[in-house]
Each structure stands twice: as C-alpha cells, then as structure tokens.
C-alpha cells in the first residue's frame, strides 16, 4: 500500500486549502481513511478520519471547518481546510487502517502565515 498526499502549501491565516491523498495498491472496501498532523516540537494528532460507511469523525480543534470527503473509485481521500489559523501549521499525514494495521503518506506541509 502506498499513500501519496498532496495539496499543501503556504497560506494566510483565515484561508483554505484542500489536501488529496490517493492511495495504490491492495486496498480493501473494509477500511478507514484518514489524516494525522505533526506540528514542529508536537507529537502527531488525529484530525479526521471517514469509516466505511461514510461516516465522518473530527478532531474538536478542527471541526466546522475541515471536511474530510473520500472518492472511493479513485481511491482517494480529500482534506478541505477552511478558516485556516497558525495552530493548523504542520505536516500533514493520510493514513488507511484496514486488516488491523496502519499505512501511512509521506506527508504534505501546510503553513499558515501572513
């Protein structure tokens, strides 16, 4: 399983961006899509995550303003970050947990500065 991740970058505070992640290899139905982030100095944190059914579960720092979607076709998970603040800096992660084990992206910077 390999997790590519894409979409960061360097935006002002209040501002939005949307992160992809686009998952190849043996990827099964029964599994939960999600994304971890890293600020400098933190340990990394739980953001949000979709289950099978849809389902959407956020972190209380973040949500009413991100949107974790999935195309399921395309294998891909989706990150929309609005209303971004400096405390959302960090890297960003995709993660897929299915048959009880973890794989994980390379990681996308998000900044948020004037």
């Known amino acids: 399983v390999q997790l590519q991740a894409s979409g960061g970058g360097l935006v002002q505070p209040g501002g939005s961006l949307r992160l992809s992640c686009a998952a190849s290899g043996t990827i099964f139905t029964s599994k939960i899509m999600g994304w971890y982030r890293q600020a400098p100095g933190k340990q990394r944190e739980f953001v949000a995550r979709i289950f099978v059914n849809g389902t959407p579960d956020y972190a209380d720092s973040v949500r009413g303003r991100f949107t974790i979607s999935r195309d399921s076709a395309k294998k891909t998970v989706y990150l929309q970050m609005n209303s971004l603040n400096p405390e959302d800096t960090a890297v960003y992660y995709c993660?897929?947990?299915?048959?009880?084990?973890?794989?994980w992206g390379q990681g996308t910077l998000v900044t948020v500065s004037s």
């Open positions: 993660n897929i947990f299915q048959r009880g084990r973890d794989y």
